[in-house]
């Protein structure tokens, strides 16, 4: 059997999220998904581990009956599994299976109660939703796609598949989740953000108070062997005030093989749970967090009192900055912290400006940053990063402000950190230099000046300038040369596209007109497309790409396995983006920022293909269904096309039938659905009306006549009707024998095959990656162009003319119809 790839494992899973869809939301079913999903691969585990005991045991000679009692100790398994708790019994559940699964949980926890005590005994398939719960049979239909699904680690295309796919699942329900997602999820592009900030390190203690689903914790083993670390050297800490939450963290860590996590369920502010020795708070060395924006707390019994130098109001929903101060409280004296937290702790005053005073004069207030709307799942609240370093913290006398607001990916439900964005909020403040309208270093001072207010565009204001309007030029015509002139970037990189869009005007060095060829903003659109300059820089850029590519090549032929040693993804990475840094440093159409991110972006996305090469080599596994396919098949996907486009086309006469005032111009024969319905009912009509007639020896000619007529209308519609079902079943059926085909021709590619295709596929994507920046790049042009021609290529004067002429036809007009 072929390894599970991440894309067919998510598949199965998401296939097995189908049977609840209907049922309930996706934030009430997610703990089931997760509860079996656990279930399952704990019981795999255990049978793998067994059976390698028991061939270990036979191997060194023991007797079969201390063969069976050693199988049977749990000291021997990572998870011991009972039997009631066990696949094979789970699988043939169908009744009471609610209940059963219930105490399947329960039994599972009781037998591994040091890893899993609390975990799983909350997640409870008889919980009502709404009127009812599940019933049996959708529950016994829910454990049999989790039969599908092998689990076992011989399975996997590579050690983390399972972890990685528990965080598609995490990403899939808060998408789903709405609101409710911010619970337990936070973007992961803001999560990368933070942890490159804190920049975590082998040997640390790093902790989130408010952990959710545990990304933060789990980016930071990631970022820390990105870097060459050895991420089992981090002690990785959380807690968590949610139950359901709680378990869905502790469940992701030990999916990701992060057994050592200390994961804690309390309310943070009132009873912090990571204790030293001596009952104190434990110190660490970096703190990462996402609090819940906008809180109320409870003041009575609160432990640890000593955290907090400025007490915030009960009331009024303002414990974002006692969620500050519990951190800055549990940082170590040289230890670093950035956490999310809403504008308004920037300049609000009363207790919020003593926090922030406090934080200022202790030098421990390093950076504001301010972030995009929109990151966040259901708000739309403006957040700010608050970095908090103790180390050099007293001899600090600045704040270093960033403004990232205007940078991002505009998304339909939210907007989205670029890597790019990322790559240079992180550049500029590991850099702490002033970028104009981006960063500024401000001095304690000044702060002071500005009473504690650290809202911040008091000191970076990335407003754009205000669009210019030169009155001479809109009057008299001309385009302003200094306009023209700050389309530098575009001049630079595209030679000669100037001299194609702008003729200098002989006798006024100031101005400039529109070319002859400039008719219109689509002939701008036509000269910026065939502009040979764009083409050539592109082209040269491409080419760049393609040499980087051919160089570097060996690195990544030598990521599969090689004498029983497993690549290294991250130092791949790490090697390739120096390197491609480096090779394009000398040009202008993509800033480093867009360079380094695009290559983030694009390993970030191959990643599991990567970790699959790395753990099993070249398999064909990894060459996309598509791709077979069109190598393989063209003309069965060209007769699916034609069929598809024919439905499309089918379901395109339905729709036009249904809209009103609807008239068969084109005689295809398609009728609205009420027209069916009556149709319908004045055949019924005639055909009785006939036989009355006939049994009375009355003429039912009429009648006859209108039962033909009704009946060739419907027998057209349904002609149509049928033609679209036998398409829907054809192309059912050519896609199963679609993946019979895949699947038969996919065993015939050998590994040398298979590694020739994958790692043109992977070059492929890597052009296309940056295809879409410069093809970007080549839009703002066009647009900064059709700008300056929207503003100056029609004066005022021009305009005056036409509605003179207008108004002298519409007199004439009236005129002649005897107004004066």
Request: with cysteine.
């Amino acid at each position: 059997m072929s390894k599970l790839t991440l894309s067919q494992l998510s598949s199965l899973l998401f296939r097995a999220c189908d049977d609840l869809r209907g049922n309930m939301d996706a934030s009430e079913y997610k703990e089931y998904i997760f509860g079996m999903l656990f279930l399952k691969r704990l019981s795999d585990l255990f049978d793998q581990e067994r059976e390698l005991l028991a061939k270990d045991l036979k191997e060194k000679g023991m007797a079969e009956a201390t063969i069976a009692g050693q199988l049977t100790n749990p000291d021997k398994y990572t998870f011991f599994v009972p039997e009631e708790a066990h696949w094979s019994h789970i699988r043939h559940l169908k009744t009471n299976v609610g209940t059963n699964l219930n105490k399947a949980l329960e039994a599972l926890e009781d037998a591994n109660v040091d890893a899993l005590q609390d975990v799983l005994k909350g997640i409870n398939f008889n919980k009502k939703i709404g009127q009812r719960s599940l019933d049996d049979d959708t529950l016994a239909n829910f454990i049999q796609n989790f039969e599908k699904i092998p689990l076992r680690d011989e399975n996997f295309e590579f050690p983390d598949l399972l972890g990685a796919a528990y965080e598609y699942l995490i990403k899939y329900f808060a998408d789903s989740a709405g609101k409710k997602a911010g619970e337990f999820y936070t973007p992961a592009d803001v999560v990368r953000t933070l942890v490159e900030i804190v920049d975590p390190q082998p040997g640390m203690s790093v902790y989130d108070p408010t952990c959710g689903s545990g990304g933060m914790l789990i980016q930071t083993r990631d970022y820390v062997r990105e870097c060459g670390g050895d991420p089992r050297d981090l002690a990785l800490a959380g807690q968590e005030s949610i139950g359901t939450t709680w378990s869905i963290c502790k469940m992701n860590m030990l999916l990701h093989g992060i057994e050592h996590a200390d994961i804690r369920q309390e309310d943070t502010l009132r009873h912090p749970q990571h204790k030293a020795e001596n009952n104190e708070l434990q110190r660490h060395d970096r703190v990462l967090a996402n609090p819940p924006f906008s809180q109320n707390y409870i003041k009575k019994d609160i432990d640890y009192p000593g955290r907090f130098a400025v007490w915030m109001p009960e009331k009024g929903k303002k414990a974002d900055l006692m969620f500050v101060q519990h951190m800055l409280a549990v940082l170590k004296s040289d230890g670093k912290m950035a956490t999310v937290m809403p504008h308004g702790v920037l300049f609000r005053g009363g207790e919020e400006k003593a926090a922030r005073q406090h934080f200022i004069d202790k030098g421990w207030l390093e950076a504001v940053i301010g972030l995009p709307a929109g990151l966040f799942y259901g708000t739309g609240i403006p957040a700010c990063v608050l970095v908090m370093n103790k180390k050099d913290a007293a001899t600090r006398d600045h704040v270093f402000f960033i403004n990232a607001d205007r940078e991002y990916r505009e998304g339909k439900a939210q907007n989205f950190l670029r890597p790019e964005d990322i790559s240079k909020i992180v550049h500029v403040y590991r850099e702490q230099k002033d970028v104009p309208g981006y960063a500024r270093r401000v001095p304690r001072s000044e702060i002071v000046a500005e009473d504690f207010n650290c809202n911040i565009r008091r000191y970076v204001d990335n407003a754009p300038p205000p669009e210019p309007h030169d009155v001479r030029a809109h009057l008299h015509g001309g385009v302003p040369i200094v306009e023209i002139e700050s389309m530098a970037h575009y001049w630079t990189n595209y030679p000669g596209l100037r001299e194609r869009c702008f003729v200098p005007r002989p006798d006024d060095p100031l101005y400039a007109d529109f070319t002859p060829a400039v008719i219109d903003c689509r002939a701008l659109a036509e000269l910026v497309k065939t502009d040979p300059s764009l083409a050539a820089a592109q082209r040269r850029f491409l080419e760049t790409l393609g040499i980087w590519w051919a160089e570097n090549l060996p690195l990544v032929e030598d990521l599969a396995p090689k004498n029983g040693q497993k690549g290294n993804v991250y130092e791949l990475r790490r090697q390739l983006l120096a390197t491609i840094s480096d090779t394009f440093s000398w040009q202008n159409l993509l800033t480093d920022h867009q360079i380094r991110g695009a290559f983030a972006r694009y390993v970030d996305d191959l990643k599991a293909d990567l970790k699959s090469i790395a753990a099993s080599g070249w398999g064909s596994e990894l060459i996309p269904d598509t791709d077979i396919l069109e190598s393989q098949f063209p003309e069965l996907l060209a007769v699916m096309e034609q069929k598809r486009l024919r439905l499309a086309e089918l379901s395109a006469l339905y729709a036009a039938a249904d809209e009103e005032d609807y008239e068969d111009s084109d005689d295809t024969g398609a009728l609205p659905a009420n027209e069916v319905k009556t149709l319908k009912a004045e055949l019924k009509e005639a055909n009785a009306q006939a036989k009355l007639a006939k049994r009375e020896n009355r003429d039912a000619t009429d009648f006859l006549t209108r039962a033909k007529v009704a009946e060739a209308r419907l027998t057209r519609h349904k002609t149509l009707e049928d033609e679209g079902k036998l398409l829907k079943a054809e192309l059912r059926a050519t896609e199963k024998k679609q993946e019979d085909l895949v699947a038969a021709a996919r065993e015939k590619i050998s590994p040398e095959e298979a590694k020739a295709v994958i790692l043109d596929r992977l070059y492929r994507l890597l052009v296309q990656t940056y295809e879409g920046y410069l093809r970007a790049d080549q839009r703002a042009c066009l647009a900064a162009l059709e700008n300056l021609y929207g503003k100056y290529a029609v004066t005022a004067k021009e305009i005056e003319a036409k509605r003179d002429e207008a108004a002298a036809k519409l007199k004439g007009f009236l005129v002649e119809l005897g107004y004066e």
